[in-house]
Structure formats: C-alpha cells, structure tokens
C-alpha cells in the first residue's frame, strides 16, 4: 500500500538548466497537488490536476513553471531556466475525490 | 484569497503536559481544516482534520476545535510525549479539501525531557 512517491528526492541543477519532477500519486488517487517549501516557512499551493486537466494553477509562476498529469504516468513539474529563487523543497500530494490529502516525501531542489 | 495566521511560531512544553496551537481565518467560505505535522527532512503527515458542520474532533491524545462565528481553530496535544517534537501546521481550504490548501506558517514544538 505505496503512499505517494516523488523523485528525485535531492536534485541540483545550475543556473539556466531545467528541473523535472516526477509525482506517483496513492494508487487510485486522481487528484494531485503541487506545493513549495521554501526554508522556515509554510507550503504554498502551485498547481491542482486531475488527470489529463489543470483544474487551478493560480499558485504557479506564470513563467518558467509548466506541471501536467498525463492518462498514464507520473504527475511532472517541470521548471525551465532554474534560477537561484527557484531553490525550495516541492511538495506532491494526492487524494481521492474530495478526501484528505497525503503528501508526498518531497524534492528538494537546490540551484548553484 | 484565503488568509491563515498560527501562532506561536515555536513552542515549548514539558513531556508530560498539554501543548495548544492556535490558527485564524480570514475567508469565511473555509469548510475544511486539517492540521499537518512535519518531521525534519520529511515530507507532511496527515495528524487529524475537522470540517466546518461540526465543533470538535478528538482522536487519542490530538483534539481539534473550530469556531466559526471568530474564525479560528486550534490544536490540541495531550500527555506529550518526546515523538510530538516537529513542526505542525494548521491549514484552510474552501472546497472541502478538494481545492488547494492555505497554510500557516508553522509551529515548532519542543518536547522538553
């Protein structure tokens, strides 16, 4: 009974690269939610998908962030042009139709 | 938008005694609260959630209660123990859940041997 998976858990990019993030929600879960963590503070809501839709994206960057949930696979975020702000633990979480949500272990991403 | 306010931002109680976390609305919409615990290095977990048609919710030592009238809502730990040290998080979600969750900015509790 996986909970939700997330990878990479450790990822450094350099300036300019692109980040992916991969999120395998709780088996039989069709909504995921991404959030960021930045050092000392509290989670901020990105982007909530069900599968194939962005259902909210008021969260996320108008540049540079994309997230998607295909049909089959794992949720990505996908941050283009990482700069050193972007640097932040990135929060997956899933749930059921309007249930709990259960996070995942996180990525944190670190940008030299 | 939603509006969360926790406080206190670090808190330290004696093993043994009772430990209360306190958070504060501002979009009278919010229908759901869950309260979130975080381990260093780990990721959110789940410790107990309380929607807006009732009062109170207990399970074990964790309590929850809500007033909606003051928009406020609270934590409640009893006979801690030293595993309750990390960090707890209130937050609000107007869609029951089914939307994104607003966060507060976090208590830290330390369990005091």
């Known amino acids: 009974n996986a909970g939700v998976m997330q990878n990479p858990r450790h990822l450094v990019r350099r300036r300019g690269q692109e980040a992916r993030l991969r999120c395998s929600p709780v088996?039989?879960?069709?909504?995921v939610y991404w959030y960021r963590q930045l050092p000392e503070e509290g989670l901020k809501f990105m982007v909530y998908l069900q599968k194939e839709n962005i259902i909210d994206e008021s969260g996320m960057p108008k540049e540079r962030f994309s997230a998607e949930f295909p049909k089959e696979g794992p949720s990505i975020l996908r941050i283009q042009q990482v700069v050193r702000g972007d640097s932040a633990a990135y929060f997956c979480?899933?749930?059921?139709?309007?249930?709990?949500?259960?996070f995942g272990p996180g990525t944190r991403l670190t940008v030299t | 938008g939603e509006n969360v306010e926790q406080h206190p931002s670090t808190l330290s109680v004696q093993e043994g005694d009772s430990a209360v976390i306190k958070c504060t609305y501002s979009?009278?919409?919010?229908?759901?609260f869950p309260w979130y615990k975080q381990e260093l290095g780990k990721g959110p977990q789940l410790i107990i959630d309380i929607r807006s048609n009732v009062g109170e919710k207990k399970d074990q030592r964790i309590a929850v209660t809500l007033n909606k009238t003051a928009k406020h809502f609270s934590l409640h730990i009893t006979e801690t123990q030293p595993e309750d040290s990390a960090v707890y998080f209130c937050a609000a979600s107007v869609g029951g859940g089914a939307d994104g969750l607003t966060f507060g900015k976090g208590t830290h509790l330390i369990i005091q041997p």
């Open positions: 979480a899933s749930s059921a139709d309007r249930a709990e949500q259960y």
């Open positions: 088996k039989g879960h069709s909504h």
């Open positions: 979009d009278s919409a919010s229908n759901y």
